[in-house]
């Protein structure tokens, strides 16, 4: 029933973040954290990220914008890794708190980002690498950074998702090998970040269908919304424990 669960959440999940270019993680991570702990569900969801990431590059392939994708990823793969060996110096209470922080200032964060409608280059991809990585390593998920970031940039729709996606991969893959090495991704592990991963790689193609459907007011209230709940989710968690 845990598996099945998280299976129809993660089917869920990739269909909204395959519309609105995130959320997965914000939405499956809860239910990870429950199922498993946090100290497991943070690479499982590394695992389920790369997959999440690929099935939306290969859904949108011939639209990535490959230089902002290596501005970003040039500085955002190492960070990332570093980020990652912080997490596993953390305890499992003080991860569940700052995932659930995290999400939930978001929201502000986000709203500030858009009214300022600012502009990025390739420099600021480059530098928003470097600094959002290290996050990447540590939470869940960063989404509502990059997300406006990438949309700074210029791109949108398809292109945006593509190139979003590819970008987040490196980061993921980076990610998930540093837990490896320090053994925090064991074959267990390893298999549940796959299971769910494949539920979202499903929920991603079905997305693609919607994507020019969606308004984007529809996308900033769900963004909010899931934001929201799943950091109070995860603080309410730690409270508990």
Known sequence: MGFLFVLIVGLVAGTISGIVGTGSSIMLMPVLVYQYGPKQAVPIMAVAAVMANLSRILAWWREVDWRACIAYSITGIPA???????????????????????????????????????????????IGGALIGYLTGIVASTGPLSVPLFLFYGLSKGAFLATEAASSLGLYVSKSVTFER????????????????????????????????????????????IMLAAGTALLWSAMTQ
């Open 80 to 126: 990332a890794a570093l980020g990652a060996r912080t997490l596993l110096a953390l305890p499992s209470h003080a991860v569940d708190i700052a995932i659930g922080v995290f999400l939930i200032a978001m929201v502000p964060v986000r709203h500030w980002l858009a009214r300022h409608r600012l502009k990025a280059n390739l420099w600021h991809l480059a």
């Open 182 to 225: 320090f053994g925090a991704l064991t074959p267990d592990i390893a298999l549940k970040g796959l299971i769910a991963g494949a539920s979202l790689m499903a929920g991603a193609f079905i997305a693609k269908r919607f994507v020019l459907r969606l308004k984007p007011e529809s996308f900033r209230l769900i963004m909010d919304g």
